[in-house]
């Protein structure tokens, strides 16, 4: 993640406002899918708050901070594609009484259930520190995410109710910058979600602009 605290909240301020500029300036024709892009961003970028508390008292020793805002981020994380769907439902407003939503309820419900056990899990390790290698913080409840269960409900999430194209550019834009960063700078894999939380409203609205 970002590297300290003022590039927290340097790039938690540039969130919320690329994810405004997105929302009233996007494609008419996306005016939904920009809403709901828009508000996603900007409840991700709330994850440079925690980091902020957590940089401003990384040995816990004012206010227990790093390790109340570790335990809220975990929390964060594994709930982010139940979000991004509840941001649909109150944007889309879709019928709620139909086989199609009891299926897709069924499966957040599962969700939720996994989510339940795993961040009972992160209890066992409450606080994150450097990594002395990058500087970057050491998530210490990274190592118990299930990643294939994790990303195969976001992107059935990000599916949900929305333009397929819009999706599709969506997918391949916040999956492809990850992927690549990964196999880049793996030690510093971290530092690109401040990067696509902060920026990625932007290049939406100008991919819309000149290629949609």
């Known amino acids: 993640m970002c590297i300290n605290a003022n590039i927290s909240i340097a790039t938690f301020a540039i969130s919320v ?3 405004i500029i997105l929302i009233k300036y996007g494609l008419k024709k996306y005016e939904k899918e920009n809403k709901v ?13 925690f980091e902020y508390f957590i940089w401003t008292d990384i040995n816990d020793l004012y206010f227990n901070g790093n390790s109340i805002a570790s335990q809220i981020s975990a929390l964060f994380i594994f709930t982010q594609p ?4 509840f ?12 086989w199609q939503y009891a299926f897709i309820e069924s499966i957040f419900f599962i969700y939720v259930l996994f989510c339940y056990t795993k961040y009972q899990t992160t209890q066992q390790q409450k606080s994150c520190f450097p990594d002395k290698t990058t500087g970057l913080l050491n998530w210490s ?12 409900v976001f992107v059935f999430s990000i599916f949900i109710y929305v333009d397929f194209r819009y999706a599709i550019i ?3 834009w916040l999956f492809s910058v990850l992927d690549l960063g990964y196999f880049i700078t793996p030690k510093k894999y971290g530092a690109l979600f401040c990067f ?6 932007l290049l939406f609205l100008l991919w819309q602009i000149f290629f949609m």
């Open 87 to 98: 941001i649909k439902l109150f944007v889309y407003n879709p019928p709620t009484i139909n």
């Open 37 to 49: 892009a828009g508000l996603f961003f900007i409840y991700i970028s709330l994850m440079q708050i």
């Open 17 to 19: 406002l690329s994810s």
């Open 141 to 152: 409840w990274i190592n118990y995410m299930d990643y294939i269960i994790y990303f195969s």
């Open 170 to 172: 969506s997918s391949l």
């Open 196 to 201: 696509t939380a902060g920026f990625s409203p």
């Open 82 to 85: 139940i979000i991004l769907y």
